[in-house]
């Protein structure tokens, strides 16, 4: 080291040893330090390494080449300033470069000031303690594990809005535990089946009430609508004045509905008696409402595709499954009815007699719409 300087010493009584010490202030760096006694000269004087380090996250430079530890409620990622910074919102500054973020915030990682508030707070509820340990951990604190222990059980990922294994997502930011596949499975397709019945009742009582909304007929028997006033209101027979029909109050009932799933969306606290009557209606729009039964618990997440893609290409195609579904239903129904309405048509009515002895007692059936008579044996009481 450049220059001399004279060491402190502190003798013991006991056993007269002394202990020396030196205090250096020089920029950082590698110096040899050489420690000699000028006034015995036989004792050759003895070298040593010495290294000054720069400062380090935590420490701030208000002098030059001094280094000063933050205190608690002050922080500092960067060594080269002059002044700690004050504990950012969301945060616990417990001195040094500990940052730490309160239960309801999210850091991406220690080496981060930015606090991020989560969309739901009881999620960001992770280990505190753990937390800690791991930002003091030059390993662990760029680790993914650092943003994991930020998350309570179930939760992971980015402000803890992505459910771990084992849990699903009903509503947005909440996992729930998986059902059963089974459970879910079945749960889906009575959903379908209930979903699939009332989009078919609801057609076949809007097309009734089309088919019966005509006012007259033309000589050729052909119908004429119901005409629209000069105020462009529907002119209703003087039968259905006052009536309600069905289909309209079919649609009152689903519009009303998909109103509440939207209310029950909202991160409220329910009462119970309005919470379960929610999930029932939830239950009963399962295929197309993904706020009531996890389907992430029967998707793959590791399959090349993202959960989060598959589950919306899974609601997306919902409808269209439907529709395809409710038009085969229809066309069956209108092949079964056009084949039932032929035979009808064939057969119109017969007429039965018994002969007499002579003819073998034969009965004979007359087709009133063939040429052709046919006959069965009948043994007589």
Same mark, same amino acid.
């Given at each position: 080291?450049?220059?001399?300087? =004279?060491?402190?010493?502190?003798? =013991?009584?006991?056993?007269?040893?002394?202990?020396? @010490?030196?205090?250096?202030?020089?920029?950082?760096?590698?110096?040899?330090?050489?420690?000699?006694?000028?006034?015995?000269?036989?004792?050759?004087?003895?070298?040593? =390494?010495?290294?000054?380090?720069?400062?380090?996250? !935590?420490?701030?430079?208000?002098?030059?080449?001094? %280094?000063?530890?933050?205190?608690?409620?002050?922080?500092?990622?960067?060594?080269?300033?002059?002044?700690?910074?004050?504990?950012?919102?969301?945060?616990?500054? *417990?001195?040094?470069?500990?940052?730490?973020?309160?239960?309801?915030?999210?850091? *991406?990682?220690?080496?981060?000031?930015?606090?991020?508030?989560?969309?739901?707070?009881?999620?960001?509820?992770?280990? *505190?303690?753990?937390?800690?340990?791991?930002?003091?951990?030059?390993?662990?604190?760029?680790?993914?594990?650092?943003?994991?222990?930020?998350?309570?059980?179930?939760? &992971?990922?980015?402000?803890?809005?992505?459910?771990?294994?084992? @849990? &699903?997502?009903?509503?947005? @930011?909440?996992?729930?535990?998986?059902?059963?596949?089974?459970?879910?499975?079945?749960?889906?397709?009575?959903?379908?089946?209930?979903?699939?019945?009332?989009?078919?009742?609801? %057609?076949?009582?809007?097309?009734?009430?089309?088919?019966? *909304?005509?006012?007259?007929?033309?000589?050729?028997?052909?119908?004429?609508?119901?005409?629209?006033?000069?105020?462009?209101?529907?002119?209703?027979?003087?039968?259905?004045?006052?009536?309600?029909?069905?289909?309209?109050?079919?649609?009152?009932?689903?519009?009303?509905?998909?109103?509440?799933?939207?209310?029950?969306?909202?991160?409220?606290?329910?009462?119970?008696?309005?919470?379960?009557?929610?999930?029932?209606?939830?239950? @009963?729009?399962?295929?197309?409402?993904?706020?009531?039964?996890?389907?992430?618990?029967?998707? /793959?997440?590791?399959?090349?595709?993202?959960?989060?893609?598959?589950?919306?290409?899974?609601?997306? /195609?919902?409808?269209?499954?439907?529709?395809?579904?409710?038009?085969?239903?229809?066309?069956?129904?209108?092949?079964?009815?056009?084949?039932?309405?032929?035979?009808?048509?064939?057969?119109?009515?017969?007429?039965?007699?018994?002969?007499?002895?002579?003819? !073998?007692?034969?009965?004979?059936?007359?087709?009133? !719409?063939?040429?052709?008579?046919?006959?069965?044996?009948?043994?007589?009481?």
């Amino acid at each position: 080291m450049d220059g001399s300087q =004279s060491l402190g010493s502190n003798t =013991s009584d006991a056993t007269g040893v002394a202990l020396l @010490f030196l205090r250096v202030r020089k920029p950082p760096g590698h110096y040899v330090v050489s420690v000699a006694l000028p006034e015995h000269v036989i004792v050759k004087p003895v070298n040593f =390494s010495l290294l000054v380090r720069g400062c380090v996250p !935590g420490e701030v430079s208000p002098i030059p080449d001094t %280094c000063e530890e933050c205190i608690p409620g002050f922080y500092s990622l960067d060594p080269t300033q002059l002044l700690c910074s004050p504990c950012p919102t969301g945060a616990k500054c *417990s001195g040094g470069s500990a940052l730490n973020p309160l239960p309801g915030w999210w850091q *991406s990682s220690a080496t981060s000031a930015q606090m991020h508030r989560c969309p739901n707070a009881a999620a960001c509820q992770g280990d *505190s303690d753990a937390l800690r340990a791991c930002s003091e951990d030059a390993a662990c604190r760029l680790s993914p594990s650092y943003t994991s222990l930020q998350c309570s059980p179930a939760y &992971g990922g980015h402000v803890c809005g992505a459910c771990v294994d084992g @849990f &699903g997502a009903t509503k947005p @930011f909440h996992c729930r535990p998986c059902l059963r596949p089974a459970v879910i499975i079945g749960l889906y397709v009575a959903g379908f089946l209930l979903l699939l019945a009332s989009i078919k009742l609801l %057609c076949h009582c809007t097309l009734a009430e089309n088919a019966s *909304s005509c006012t007259t007929h033309s000589t050729q028997g052909e119908c004429i609508p119901m005409q629209d006033d000069a105020g462009g209101r529907t002119v209703q027979p003087k039968g259905d004045a006052g009536k309600q029909h069905v289909s309209v109050l079919l649609k009152c009932l689903v519009l009303y509905s998909q109103w509440m799933l939207l209310v029950a969306s909202m991160n409220i606290d329910w009462p119970s008696s309005i919470l379960y009557p929610l999930q029932v209606l939830g239950w @009963f729009w399962a295929p197309a409402n993904p706020e009531t039964i996890a389907i992430d618990c029967l998707l /793959s997440s590791s399959a090349v595709v993202p959960v989060a893609v598959q589950r919306v290409v899974f609601y997306i /195609s919902m409808p269209v499954v439907m529709l395809a579904v409710l038009l085969l239903l229809e066309a069956t129904a209108t092949a079964c009815k056009a084949v039932y309405e032929t035979s009808k048509a064939n057969v119109t009515a017969c007429t039965f007699h018994r002969n007499s002895a002579a003819d !073998g007692g034969a009965l004979y059936v007359y087709d009133r !719409g063939h040429a052709d008579v046919s006959s069965c044996s009948f043994t007589a009481n």
